[in-house]
């Protein structure tokens, strides 16, 4: 990777334990540092970064934290298997075949880890002001909210809030305080408004405190939340999600056509 040259006026206000873990972040993150591989020892790091040994082990302690490195005293500190999960929206808004587990559980398996949902909350609510704007609501409108958690190996990954018109929703097993068997794509499609098309709008943000407890966090690691509109036909927003997860045990991979990747 070319990095810029620094700006003179530019100063990192970080301590120095924050900036050795986000240089080992790096490493790990772009796989320079692979799953299972041991971390440079604390002699190496203290002369790669100038650093005290206790100053390096806070930075160590920060990434067995984020649970990406393993490692107690006396023993090397290795990179965490399953240490980033890539998602591929794509294949998790199509839906499922009838009585088939929802796809993010069957994605999950795939890669050799036990993925399963909590319900949290079933309820008619007022939505987000950017929620509201991709349903058409008015400023005091409301729709059906069904608030989960989605946990990976019992440690919680992903927090998810969605929102269905209530002309959709009421009466149907969307408003059951249960989970849907195949996925809300699958149900939709059954009630006549199958899934056309879905945009994400995915951002970076300093996690709220009810998201900092919920996933459980331990540093001011930024959260990726994706704010996922799905339409039917004749473009009408049936689903609108908000998705927020860990921003550095995740990424997303979005695949395009030429004609796709071509256009501005």
Known sequence: MTVPKADPEAVDRRSLHERIAADLRDDIMSGELAPGANLPTTARLKERFGASSATVQKALQLLKEERLVVGRAGASVTVREHRQRTVRPATLIR????????RWLSEAAKHGTHAR???LDVAESRPPADVRAALDLPA??????RGQILLVDDEP????????PLDIAQGTPLAERRRIRGGTPALLTALGHPPRR?????????PTQAQYQALRLT????????????HSDGGRPVEVTVMVKAGHLYELQYE????EAGSA
């Open 157 to 164: 990954a992903e927090l998810v809030e969605c929102y269905y």
């Open 219 to 230: 540093s001011g690691m930024p959260v990726l939340r994706t704010l996922r509109v799905i």
């Open 256 to 259: 395009f056509t030429g004609e």
């Open 117 to 119: 949902i909590q319900l």
């Open 140 to 145: 005091d409108g409301i729709a059906l909210l």
């Open 95 to 102: 839906p499922g075949n009838p009585g088939a587990p929802y």
């Open 198 to 206: 879905s945009t994400d709008r995915v951002s970076a943000r300093v």
